[in-house]
Structure formats: C-alpha cells, structure tokens
C-alpha cells in the first residue's frame, strides 16, 4: 500500500514537472514574394537611365518609351500599384483599362493615367514571353538567393525588428505582413516602397553577398511602409510638421530630413537585433553625404536617442531647432532635453 502511494505521488510529482508545449511562433510581418512582372517591371525601370545595357527583345523600347514619359512621384506610385494587382501583362491591359482617364500630379498637372498605362501594358504584353524564356530563369534564382538569406536571416527575428521600430517610432505593429517584392534589378535607390488600395508594399532587389545590409535595406524600406499606415501618429509625421512650420522650410529638405531619421533608425534596429558592431548604410553607401542638410544634425540626434541619451522629444527638438536655425528663424522657446 505504502508503494503504491509512493508511486501515485511521484507520478504526480512528475506531471507538475512537464513544462507546457511551446507556443507556436508568430508568423512573421513581412511577406516575402517573387513575382516575374514585378521583376520584368523594375528590369524595365532600370533600363530607362542604361540605354547600353538594353537587350533586343520585343517590345522593351516602346516599354522604355513609355516609361520615359513619367517622373511625377504619384504616376509611379500607380504604376507600381497596378503591377501588383496584374497576374501577367494581359492582366494589366484589363486593369490600365479601368484606372481614371486623368490623375493630377503634386505639381497640379493633369496626367493621361489610362492611356499612358495602356501603352505601358501593350508593350509588356510583347516583352513578357521573350523576358520569361531568356532573363527570368537568371533573375529568379537572384531573387530566390535573397528570399532564402531573409528567410533564415530576418524572419525568424520579426517581432524584435517590429516592436523595435513601433517603441523608436511611436508607430503600431501592423495586422499583416507587409509584402516585399524580391527582384534581380532595380533604378537606383534599388529599393522603394509605394501604397497600392492593399496598404504599402516594397520592391527590394540587394546587391553583393548577404550580410546585415541586406536587413537594413528591408527594414529601412518597412519603416516606410509603418510611416503610411501610421496615418497621423508617429514621430516622422511628427518631423515632418514641426519642420514645415518653419518659416522658408523647403518640402524636399523637409523629407530629406525625415528620410535621413529613416536610414539611422533601420541602422540602430540592425545594432539592437542582430550585430551591435553593424555600420549604417548612410555611411557605407555614401547616404549620408548626399544629405548634408540633414545628415549633420540628424544622425547624432537620432543616435543619441537610441542609445538611450535623451528622450525622442529631445531628438527631434534638437532637428527641429537646427532647421529653425539655418532658416533664420525664431527657435522653439521650449527645450525638452533630458533623460529617458
């Protein structure tokens, strides 16, 4: 009797002992996708400012041609709207075919959307067949190379990367993934992000071997992709009104300003997640430099409040006055510097 009691309780004693099942992992915020018109589309773009590098095929120069005829930011945003909505070229005649006959650009001009997209369409619908059979194999295994780098690298850190820009940004995490489109070849930057009706979405296409670069790239273009859903909130909107109010703030130095917070704040979430000895890409690509209104101010304000020296509201009280400043304007009576 004695031993069956013993028995009973180390069967319970060990029971208590069993630890829970793990929890699934959360599936990860970026939705990583390879897609032959996408990459036919950012090629094509690519070959609009390489005129030696264009192949012969059918249908890339009335591609390039239209393309030509847009440079207005929020033509482009469309385009590259419309080609995610399109399974192939054929797809995108039928989508050119409902856009509005005339959208207006920043600047007020009014632009031929349906038609300039329609040709666009046409043209691909020649070029795609030849572009599948002789330069998508190439190009998928580029993209195929990075995908399997990110999902190795990047992925199975999510969550980190995500709750690091929400905190630093005064941003949320989002409900869905973000889709990143991975292609073999892209115009300079190499990288953007563009709303469609969907939410954001970027085309990402990274050069040389997989390092941390390679996340800084897909993390600096995420920070975008938080900075449209973020609507009104979030410390770059934040940026962006503060500096707008200042008397003579010009909106390209404003933007150029917020992106540079952009490209220290992807750096810093690199350092936190996966290697603190990890360089900025403002620094290794040369970024920085071809900011010198920003960059000064910017990145050691921004630095300093990721290395938890002052609080964010210092930061950008610091930005905002150094614009104030070379504007010529009156400063900000109140400084909020101090410790977090």
Same mark, same amino acid.
């Given at each position: 009797?004695?031993?069956?009691?013993?028995?009973?309780?180390?069967?319970?004693?060990?029971?208590?002992?069993?630890?829970?099942?793990?929890?699934?992992?959360?599936?990860?915020?970026?939705?990583?996708?390879?897609?032959?018109?996408?990459?036919?589309?950012?090629?094509?773009?690519?070959?609009?400012?390489?005129?030696?590098?264009?192949?012969?095929?059918?249908?890339?120069?009335?591609?390039?041609?239209?393309?030509?005829?847009?440079?207005?930011?929020?033509?482009?945003?469309?385009?590259?709207?419309?080609?995610?909505?399109?399974?192939?070229?054929?797809?995108?005649?039928?989508?050119?075919?409902?856009?509005?006959?005339?959208?207006?650009?920043?600047?007020?001009?009014?632009?031929?959307?349906?038609?300039?997209?329609?040709?666009?369409?046409?043209?691909?619908?020649?070029?795609?067949?030849?572009?599948?059979?002789?330069?998508?194999?190439?190009?998928?295994?580029?993209?195929?190379?990075?995908?399997?780098?990110?999902?190795?690298?990047?992925?199975?850190?999510? $969550?980190? *990367?995500?709750?690091? !820009?929400?905190?630093?940004?005064? /941003?949320? =995490? @989002?409900?869905?993934?973000?889709?990143?489109?991975?292609?073999?070849?892209?115009?300079?930057?190499?990288?953007?992000?563009?709303?469609?009706?969907?939410?954001?979405?970027?085309?990402?296409?990274?050069?040389?071997?997989?390092?941390?670069?390679?996340?800084?790239?897909?993390?600096?273009?995420?920070?975008?992709?938080?900075?449209?859903?973020?609507?009104?909130?979030?410390?770059?909107?934040?940026?962006?009104?503060?500096?707008?109010?200042?008397?003579?703030?010009?909106?390209?130095?404003?933007?150029?300003?917020?992106?540079?917070?952009?490209?220290?704040?992807?750096?810093?979430?690199?350092?936190?997640?996966?290697?603190?000895?990890?360089?900025?890409?403002?620094?290794? $690509?040369? *970024?920085?430099?071809? !900011?010198?209104?920003?960059?000064? /101010?910017? =990145? @050691?304000?921004?630095?300093?409040?990721?290395?938890?020296?002052?609080?964010?509201?210092?930061?950008?009280?610091?930005?905002?006055?150094?614009?104030?400043?070379?504007?010529?304007?009156?400063?900000?009576?109140?400084?909020?510097?101090?410790?977090?």
């Amino acid at each position: 009797m004695r031993r069956t009691i013993l028995t009973i309780l180390a069967a319970f004693a060990l029971a208590g002992c069993r630890t829970a099942p793990p929890a699934p992992a959360a599936p990860p915020l970026w939705d990583l996708r390879i897609d032959p018109l996408i990459d036919l589309h950012s090629w094509a773009r690519m070959l609009v400012f390489r005129p030696d590098e264009r192949p012969g095929l059918p249908g890339l120069s009335e591609a390039i041609e239209a393309l030509q005829q847009q440079g207005d930011s929020r033509a482009w945003g469309i385009y590259d709207g419309s080609m995610i909505e399109a399974s192939n070229a054929a797809d995108l005649a039928r989508i050119a075919a409902e856009l509005p006959e005339n959208v207006q650009s920043r600047s007020g001009q009014s632009i031929p959307m349906r038609e300039r997209m329609t040709r666009l369409a046409q043209a691909y619908q020649k070029l795609e067949p030849p572009f599948r059979e002789t330069l998508w194999p190439r190009h998928r295994e580029r993209a195929e190379r990075v995908a399997a780098y990110l999902r190795r690298h990047l992925l199975p850190r999510s $969550a980190e *990367v995500f709750a690091d !820009l929400a905190r630093s940004l005064d /941003v949320s =995490v @989002p409900s869905t993934p973000i889709p990143v489109y991975l292609v073999a070849e892209a115009p300079f930057p190499r990288a953007v992000t563009s709303r469609s009706p969907a939410g954001p979405f970027s085309v990402v296409a990274p050069e040389g071997e997989p390092n941390n670069l390679w996340d800084e790239i897909v993390i600096h273009e995420t920070i975008h992709g938080l900075d449209v859903l973020s609507r009104e909130g979030g410390a770059l909107r934040e940026l962006r009104r503060r500096l707008s109010a200042v008397p003579g703030a010009s909106p390209q130095e404003v933007e150029e300003h917020a992106h540079c917070l952009m490209f220290v704040q992807a750096a810093g979430t690199v350092r936190r997640v996966f290697d603190p000895a990890h360089k900025d890409y403002g620094d290794v $690509a040369g *970024v920085y430099g071809r !900011l010198p209104k920003a960059s000064p /101010v910017v =990145v @050691p304000a921004w630095k300093d409040y990721l290395a938890g020296k002052i609080f964010r509201a210092a930061a950008l009280d610091r930005i905002v006055q150094a614009y104030q400043k070379e504007k010529g304007a009156p400063q900000d009576a109140l400084s909020r510097v101090g410790m977090p």
